[in-house]
């Protein structure tokens, strides 16, 4: 029995193309894999203001104390500070969603940082609404939001 010539694994054999003919392998492709659940963040509303130094000191301070990220401790502190005025835990559907300019522009706008956190509907409404009730803008009512829920923190009342 004759013996087949055994060949080298890692040599490679080129063909060539024959012409008019059908190519020998088809292109890899890859299909999408398929979602399972939908995407959550697609219904949160970007929402950015200007920041000082002390008060993102204190924001990462919170974070790093609470476990949460920016989006948590934004919403937990204008909740917070929503409730404190009295306003609805549930805005009615068709809220108004734009939040207001600041009253008075910022004395110095270099010092400060722009930050920005995805906010459920229902927080955007309750900050807006919180802003038309304190006759505030947004780049105001948000470090006073978080300053009032980082004094709570602070205070050991949480």
């Known amino acids: 029995m004759a013996r087949r ?4 694994p890692r040599q490679v054999t080129f ?3 024959t012409p008019g003919g059908k190519p020998l392998a088809k292109p890899q492709t890859r ?12 219904d949160l509303i970007n929402t950015g203001t200007r920041l000082d130094e002390d008060t993102i000191e204190r924001l990462d301070d919170a974070c790093q104390r609470t476990g949460l990220g920016v989006q948590g401790v ?5 909740n ?7 306003i609805p835990a549930e805005m009615p559907p068709g809220s108004d969603m734009t939040v207001p300019r600041p009253s008075v522009p910022a004395a110095d706008p270099e010092s400060l940082k722009l930050i920005t956190a995805r ?3 229902n927080t955007r409404a309750r900050l807006v609404a919180g802003c038309h009730l304190e006759e505030l803008g947004g780049q105001e009512f948000i470090p006073a939001a ?10 050991g009342r949480s």
């Open 119 to 121: 906010l459920t509907p």
């Open 15 to 17: 063909q060539p193309p």
């Open 5 to 8: 010539k055994s060949t080298d």
């Open 146 to 155: 978080l300053n009032a829920w980082f004094d709570l923190d602070e205070s």
């Open 74 to 78: 934004w919403e937990e502190a204008i």
């Open 31 to 42: 299909r999408a894999p398929a979602r399972t659940k939908a995407v959550r963040w697609t």
């Open 80 to 86: 917070y500070y929503c409730d404190q005025l009295g």
